[in-house]
């Protein structure tokens, strides 16, 4: 397995059908519109291939305190999320050190290659990025998740993060630290 960089549209025509094998199109933002996010910050997205194949890709960045609240409140379907809801992490030489707030909007593993450790081999990755960001004087303090899914309500619980309530859209909004979330996937 490994991590394609370089994405290009394709590869996000891919995650679509990949997405779809899960839940409709209502809470699946456009393959054009995920584009978007990549074009506007390349680590909106980590992507896993085996043999030129996508097998699993997640959605994990940083977002600003508004946006974190209504996905707290359990009012925001994150298919309609826009480039400009992304937040860059920027780092700082002098100064208060920027504090950011995560969205692991999604993750997503083709049926064909379930029960292999690829969601955790993916946010390995990010936390490997993050680790990056981090290094050069930024925090990441919160973490938030809007679960579509059974398994990815499962999934959040395993990494540490609590159910807080139910969305207006049916799905299991969780949420927790950051730091918690690093502790507990190095114990799995």
């Not at 490994?2 to 779809?20: G, T």
């Not at 074009?39 to 946006?67: K, R, T």
């Amino acid at each position: 397995m490994y991590f394609k960089a370089n994405l290009s549209l394709i590869d996000f025509q891919a995650m679509e059908a990949i997405e779809r094998q899960y839940y409709s199109t209502d809470f699946i933002a456009p393959a054009d519109i995920a584009f978007t996010w990549y074009l506007h910050w390349p680590n909106s997205v980590v992507a896993a291939y085996e043999s030129d194949q996508l097998v699993g890709f997640m959605n994990l960045f940083p977002i600003c305190e508004a946006l974190y609240m209504q996905i707290l409140d359990g009012t925001f379907n994150d298919a309609y999320l826009t480039k400009h809801d992304i937040r860059i992490p920027i780092t700082q030489e002098a100064g208060p050190h920027p504090v950011y707030t995560l969205f692991l909007s999604c993750f997503a593993i083709d049926k064909h290659h379930l029960n292999r450790g690829i969601a955790r081999k993916l946010l390995r990755t990010y936390l490997e990025i993050y680790n990056s960001y981090e290094q050069d004087g930024c925090i990441f303090d919160k973490i938030i998740t809007d679960n579509i899914t059974e398994s990815g309500l499962k999934f959040s619980k395993a990494m540490g993060l609590k159910p807080i309530r139910q969305s207006d859209h049916d799905s299991w909004i969780c949420t927790g630290t950051y730091e918690s979330l690093k502790r507990n996937l190095s114990h799995k």
